[in-house]
């Protein structure tokens, strides 16, 4: 079901960015703020840690964001470890879950694949409570397969220790197209029911934390709008404040638009060379007029309320409603 899978299946044969290569690009990436490490499954990579460590040597990251199937023996273990070496840098581990128990192994395709995640989660969490800078959230990507359970699968995740749980909208290119046979009018539901499980338990978030949390889920209102009703869907800024890097440097703007902007291998290492290019000012154009539009559900989203002022009182105000509800409390 994941929308990166044609990705993975071409990248098998190209090679991926050394560890030398991914210092080079964040050498010449000084203003990068917030990283997201994806894939497939990032901790696939041993010298995952490494390259966390490259981007804070060599940029301002404030926050690193890995999205995880957390299948991988000794996750648990890399995570509170990358946490502890960066105490100053904000890690949100982000995990999927897409059905319970064997629901979530047939979505994912893993037999077993539930039982190891769940015993990775229990260790996380033990970890979690003593370190400060780590949040831990789920994922739970509604597509047809699980529409009909995702309210039992948002509750399972309530019923977690964990600081939220979160729905993304089914998206980009599926490898199996009915996955996408899901309205927006049941993404909408889903919404108003997860949102009220947005909520910390045993400890407090910080600010930065919990106001980023407040711009996710204005976020995800306006792609949640009727189709054209949102301003924010008019106006998408990946590309231009958000890239995506594939594994083997290719810099594309988001997730979901298969058009590149350049190879960071022909550029010498550096997106601000890449920006330069007629090749991408063209797609950055196409953006920027309009010619775009998917469900945004994906960082660009997030991104999209951060670089629009006109959507900040909304933000303010979702933030001042949900500390009223103690949903979200500040250090
Ligand atoms: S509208 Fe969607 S597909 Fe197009 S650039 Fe923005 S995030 Fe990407």
Redesign the pocket.
């Known amino acids: 079901m994941c929308f990166n899978w044609k990705n993975m299946d071409e990248s098998r044969s190209r090679e991926e960015l050394s560890l030398g290569e991914i210092s080079r690009i964040a050498d010449n990436f000084k203003g990068l703020h917030s990283l997201v490490l994806s894939g497939g499954e990032p901790f696939l990579r041993d010298d995952l840690h490494k390259i966390v460590s490259e981007f804070h040597k060599r940029t301002p990251v404030q926050q690193v964001s890995i999205p995880t199937n957390l299948f991988c023996d000794g996750a648990p273990e890399r995570i509170k470890e990358m946490a502890l070496q960066h105490p100053n840098v904000l890690f949100r581990v982000l995990i999927s879950i897409d059905g319970i128990g064997e629901d979530h192994d047939i979505i994912r395709g893993h037999k077993g694949g539930f039982a190891k995640l769940m015993a990775n989660l229990e260790r996380t969490i033990v970890y979690r409570r003593e370190i400060r800078n780590l949040s831990l959230s789920s994922i739970t990507v509604l597509s047809s397969f699980n529409s009909e359970k995702i309210r039992p699968t948002i509750d399972f995740a309530k019923g977690l220790e964990i600081d939220d749980a979160r729905i993304l909208y089914v998206r980009g290119d599926t490898r199996e197209p009915e996955a996408k046979d899901v309205s927006l009018d049941q993404y909408r539901q889903c919404l108003e029911y997860a949102e009220q499980s947005t909520m910390r338990r045993d400890r407090t978030g910080s600010f930065y934390d919990n106001l980023i949390n407040c711009v996710s889920l204005v976020a995800k209102e306006e792609i949640a709008r009727p189709a054209g009703s949102g301003r924010l869907?008019r106006r998408?800024n990946?590309?231009a404040k958000l890239i995506v890097i594939s594994e083997t440097g290719e810099v594309l703007?988001?997730?979901?638009?298969p058009r590149k902007l350049g190879d960071l291998r022909d550029h010498d290492y550096s997106v601000a060379s890449i920006m330069k290019t007629d090749r991408a000012k063209d797609v950055l154009g196409f953006?920027r007029t309009g010619k775009?539009?998917?469900?945004?559900d994906?960082n660009?989203?997030v991104s999209n309320v951060v670089y629009s002022p006109f959507l900040y009182p909304r933000v303010l105000k979702k933030y001042v409603s949900l500390r009223r509800s103690g949903h979200v409390s500040t250090i």
Request: glycine share 6%; with cysteine.
């Open positions: 869907t998408c990946a590309g703007p988001c997730e979901t638009l953006i775009c539009a998917c469900s945004m994906c660009s989203a």
